[in-house]
C-alpha cells in the first residue's frame, strides 16, 4: 500500500473542510513555504531544474502565485510546473495544445499542495445557467502526456450547505488526455470525484494512478477512460442525508463499447466510514450520449472492506442496462467484501482470462510505472 497512507492515515475531504488547512495539511506553525528553500530540491525561479520549468508560489517566491498563470505561461510542450505548498483555490484548465507536462508537488507529502474549488453541476454561473457536471471540476486536463506528482486535487462543495440545488455532481479532476499518471496524488470530493474520460467517444484514453488516495459517495471513480489503478486506497464517506443503504457507489464506467478495456483496480484497497454493506463496488453508467457504451470495470488482487454489499456489490443505474449485461469482472479479491455468497451476483476471472487484464495490456506501449 502506499507509503504516505501507512506512516498517517488519510485526512479525508470533510476532515480538510471542517479541521482547516493547517491541521488538514499537516503542516508546522507558520506559513509552509516559509523557510529558505520552498521548492525543496526541485531549483527555483534563480536556479531552474531545466529552462522549461516553471515556480509557482502562493506568496509570491515564484514566477507566479497562481496555478492558471502558470499553466497560461508554459505553452507547448514539455512544460514542467512545481508547486510550493499551499492551498490554491482556483479551478484550473489545461487545454489540448500543452502537451507532456508535469506537475510536481514540493513537499514530501501530497496534502502540502492542495488544489481545490467549490463549484457543482448545479452552481449557477455569472450571466446565467448553471455549470454541469464537466464544468464543475476544480480541474481539466486535457493535454495528452500529462503527469503529476504529490498533489491533492479537491472540491470542497457541500450538500449540507446548499440544500436547494440539485445537481450535486462536484468534480475535483476530470482527465481526458492519453497517456495522463497520477503519483502519490489525492483526489477528494463527494459525488464524481475523479472524472477519467476522453476527449471523445471514439478516443481510448489511457491513464495510470499509481499509489493514489480517492474518495467520495456517489460514483466518485467515473467516465470512459482506459484507466489502471494500482496500489491505489478509495474511501468510500458517510452520508448524514441518508437513513438507510445504498449511500453509493466506487465506481460508474462509461467504457466506449469499442473499446475492449475500461478500468482496471489491481493490487489496491477499498475502505469506509460507512456501516457494513452499504456501499456498492460499481454500478455502469450508460450516458444518454453513447447508448452504445458497455461498461468495463475489473477488479482484482485488492481488498474489499466491510462497506462493500458482499451480497449484491453491483446495481444499475438504469434499468434499461442492467448491470449483467456490462462487462463487470472480479479476481481473487480479499476481505468482507469480497465474500462470494451469492454466485451470480460475483462475475469473476478465470485464471486464463485474468491474464488479459494486466497493467500491461491495459496501456499498450506506454510505461509509466517504469522509472525513465
Given at each position: ?79 514542467t ?6 492551498t ?17 508537488g ?32 476544480t ?15 479537491a ?37 464524481d ?27 466518485f ?39 475492449p ?101 491495459y ?10
Open positions: 500500500m502506499p507509503s504516505h497512507d501507512r506512516v498517517r492515515p488519510p485526512l479525508s475531504r470533510r476532515g480538510f473542510v471542517t479541521a482547516g488547512t493547517a491541521a488538514a495539511l499537516a503542516v508546522a506553525p507558520g506559513p509552509a513555504w516559509a523557510g529558505p528553500r520552498p521548492f525543496g530540491r526541485y531549483g527555483s525561479p534563480a536556479a531552474r531544474l531545466t529552462p522549461k520549468t516553471l515556480y509557482v508560489h502562493p506568496a509570491g517566491r515564484g514566477d507566479f502565485t497562481s496555478v492558471q498563470a502558470a499553466v497560461t505561461a508554459a505553452s507547448g510542450t514539455g512544460r510546473l512545481v508547486f510550493a505548498p499551499g490554491y483555490r482556483e479551478t484550473v484548465a489545461v487545454d489540448a495544445t500543452r502537451t507532456d507536462m508535469t506537475w510536481i514540493a513537499g514530501d507529502d501530497p496534502r502540502a499542495v492542495v488544489i481545490v474549488y467549490d463549484n457543482a453541476a448545479g452552481t449557477p454561473k455569472p450571466g446565467g445557467g448553471t455549470y454541469g457536471t464537466t464544468g464543475s471540476a480541474t481539466l486536463v486535457q493535454a495528452d502526456g500529462f503527469t503529476a506528482h504529490r498533489i491533492t486535487f472540491n470542497d462543495w457541500l450538500r449540507a450547505d446548499h440544500p436547494g440545488v440539485s445537481g450535486t455532481q462536484a468534480v475535483a479532476i476530470k482527465v481526458q488526455g492519453d497517456r495522463s499518471a497520477f503519483h502519490h496524488c489525492r483526489f477528494l470530493g463527494h459525488q470525484t475523479l472524472y477519467a474520460d476522453s476527449m471523445a467517444l471514439g478516443v481510448f484514453a489511457r491513464q495510470y494512478f499509481a499509489h493514489c488516495y480517492a474518495e467520495g459517495d456517489v460514483d471513480v467515473f467516465g470512459r477512460g482506459t484507466a489502471v489503478f494500482e496500489h491505489c486506497h478509495f474511501r468510500t464517506l458517510t452520508r448524514s442525508d441518508l437513513s438507510s443503504a445504498p449511500y453509493g457507489f466506487v465506481f460508474a464506467p462509461s467504457t466506449a463499447g469499442a473499446n478495456r475500461g478500468y482496471l483496480v489491481t493490487r489496491s484497497r477499498v475502505t469506509g466510514e460507512a456501516p457494513d454493506a452499504y456501499y456498492k463496488l460499481a454500478r455502469p453508467w450508460v450516458p444518454s450520449s453513447d447508448p452504445t457504451a458497455r461498461p468495463s470495470l475489473t477488479v482484482r488482487d485488492t481488498h474489499l472492506g466491510p462497506g462493500i454489499d458482499a451480497v449484491a456489490p453491483y446495481a444499475n443505474m438504469s434499468d434499461s442496462f442492467p448491470w449483467q449485461d456490462q462487462r463487470f469482472a472480479e479476481y481473487r479479491n480479499t476481505g468482507p467484501g469480497a465474500v462470494v455468497t451469492v454466485p451470480e451476483n460475483r462475475p469473476r476471472l478465470t485464471a486464463t482470462e485474468a491474464e488479459s487484464h494486466t497493467r500491461g495490456a496501456l499498450g506501449d506506454w510505461r509509466p510505472y517504469e522509472r525513465p
